[in-house]
């Protein structure tokens, strides 16, 4: 290896300190990792142009090298380092999957793939054509999370990251110019953010100074020169200051660990925007943190902290005490250190630390500010970052074990495809070009007729995949079909939610004029005709239109119209004396038949129809003054509520025997996935029990549907096997008797 270094380093003598660090951190690997590396750089050097620059005019060479470097910096093992350098493979070398996979293994060669993907889609990808800072934020947000999900290895994401690092390094070589802001734009509203949320500090804080230098150099200056030290300079205050606090802290004995970084220069930056202060106003720009194991410790290295440096009035605050919103807890203080400079404290239990880094309500998104009811998408978040957390403490022997953690699925739920003109769009796994046509409008979901995927034509139902480009081919004019929902070709709610929609205002009118049809067909065979407002009323319908659709729709029979024609020609009941009823005699047709009224039969009752009690049901009654004794189940809520009001109203009720023919009405309600077909499935099993509906509502929201019937019974017990046979309809989720 030596031997191929001094030969590069002869035509490219810039390589010199990148290949010196490149031999020092191979020597430090296994004789296997040893050799991948060697073979990865000669195949580097071999294949390259020696003038290829990057799109900004960087050397190749030395922009990998750069990255590698930062990779190994960040331990991600040895193939990540070699997949860096092997990066730009597939733009010069047609055959370059078998070749790296012969010299350097399988891993790299998917490493280099993931790399080669992100990096493609990364220039594809584009925020100039959105208009407001709202539909930019939305679009930075949607590249992070596609930037996760494409990828099966995590460690390509954190090389994307080293390498735009080393690009924004290089740019600080370059004069000022529109691309340069434009790149340095892209890096703080996307790279910055990921670094931050997958907690690489080291990278983090670069992206963010690098970024908001070329974006806006003259207030980078300007603070830079406020700030009157070197980054050197203020870590070497920092450290000073962590050294003074490690002698007190060890004198009382107390479990600890210490760290501190001074504030960067976009950090102090976004502090000055965000509280409306100038930099003499800020007491911050350096930060020390403490952890230990107890909150009474917590307290006691405040006060110890206090006694070493003055505190700064109004800087306080106790999170410990007064969480934040987010659950987040620590105790916040500002004092005047050495030669008189501001030093923020942060001071918390290693319990509090793990929750603020890793917790549910992820610190990351309290420090790019802003909420997020995405809480499972925070949630994979936390387990990249402990995955990382837990590869710096990891030792030789877990090497397998750290290779096979960066392998990860997390984002496989949701898709990324983007538009022609790059703009990103997050799907549900498995979406087709429908979903995406109903994502970019509604009626271009309606017209959608085909699709181009990179360029090629592809069916309809096609699965897409993350960052691939969709055209849509859609007609002037068009409907949605049926099909698509009965093949199973869309997944999305919104898709699904919009074709319904569509197909139901679409067949309304249909649906409408088959009711109607049915409906006077029954009443052809009623005399007299019945009054048409009160027939609707009567069964629950505010229009007459809409009984004519219930009707089309199945939800209401034409047996259950007649028998409410029936009802209404029936004469209004006499009114009964309260105090006499128990007193009367039978009166033929005017008595609930089956029921006993304190052991007396054939007064006059009703069945209340808030309850509807059907034999066997434990029973009651309750004197009413125009509909007689009005009978409910015991545990009827309407009748408790009459009885605590009335109590001498309440009378002693039971079954003496059902009638021949005498039927009771009973209630039942099914929650269910909504599906086609679903209504007719169901209607099907109540025929096979040979029950005759009555009423039928249907309510469906959230793809969940939920329905109301009401069934004729002879007996109550007869429900049981009725509501088992429900449950077994596809995709029923419960079935209950109101």
Partial sequence: MAGLQQNSSDKLPDLEPYLQWYESYAAAQTAAEQTMLRQALELALASYPQ??????????????????????????????????????????????????????????????????????????????NLDTAEERAEQAETMRKMLLAMVSDIRVVLIKLALRTRTMQFMGTLPDNPEKRDIAKETLDIFAPLANRLGVWQLKWQLEDLGFRHQNPAEYKRIAKLLDEKRTERLEYIDDFLNTLRRELDKYGIHYDVAGRPKHIYSIYKKMVKKKLDFDGLYDIRAVRILVDTIPECYTTLGLVHSLWQPIPGEFDDYIANPKSNGYKSLHTVI????????????RTFDMHQFNEFGVAAHWRYKEGGNSSDSAYEQKIAWLRQLLDWRENMGESDREDLANAFQTELFNDT??????????????????????????????????????VDGQIVPLSTPLENGQRVEIIAAKEGSPSVNWLYEGWVKSHRAISKIRAYIRQQNAEAIR????????????????????????????????????????????????????????????????????IIKQSKIKGHSQGGVLIDGEEGLYTTLAK?????????????????????????????????????????????????????????????????????????????????????AVQTQSRDLEASMRFTLEVKQVNELPRVLVSLGDVKGVLSVTRL
């Avoid at 009160?534 to 939800?555: N, P, R």
Wanted: a negative charge.
């Fill in 415 to 452: 898709i990324y495809v983007l538009t022609p003109h790059g703009k990103v769009f997050s799907l549900p796994s498995g979406s087709t070009p429908i979903d995406f046509a109903y994502a970019l409008h509604s009626s271009l979901g309606d017209r959608c007729r085909g699709a181009k």
């Fill in 610 to 694: 808030c309850c509807k009690p059907a034999p066997p049901d434990d029973i009651i009654g309750f004197v009413t003054r125009e509909r007689g004794i009005s009978v409910h189940r015991r545990n009827c809520p309407s009748f408790e509520h009459l009885a605590k009001q009335s109590p001498d109203k309440v009378l002693p009720a039971s079954w003496a025997g059902a009638q021949e023919g005498q039927v009771f009405a009973v209630d039942i309600e099914i929650r269910a996935q909504d599906r086609g077909g679903l209504l007719r499935d169901v209607s099907d099993a109540l025929a096979r029990h040979k029950l005759n509906v009555t």
């Fill in 513 to 580: 004029e088959n009711g109607k049809a049915q409906f006077e067909k029954v009443l052809a065979k009623v005399s007299p005709k019945p009054n048409l407002h009160a027939l609707h009323e009567k069964m629950g319908f505010s229009k007459l239109e809409d009984l004519y659709t219930a009707i089309g729709q199945g939800e209401v029979t034409p047996r259950a119209v007649q028998k409410a024609c029936g009802a209404l020609k029936e004469p209004p009941p006499q009114p009964v004396n309260e105090t006499s």
């Fill in 51 to 128: 003038n290829a620059t990057t799109t900004i005019g960087e050397p190749i060479l030395s922009n990998v090298l750069g990255a590698a470097q930062m990779v190994a910096d960040m331990d991600l093992l040895s193939e990540a380092v070699a997949a860096t350098i092997l990066l730009e493979i597939p733009d010069t070398l047609q055959n370059w999957q078998e070749v790296v996979a012969e010299k350097c293994g399988s891993t790299v060669v998917n490493i280099i793939r993931g790399l080669y993907e992100v990096q493609k889609l990364t220039r594809f990808a584009s925020m100039d």
């Fill in 336 to 347: 005047v250190g050495p030669q008189d400079k501001g030093v923020e404290v942060q001071i």
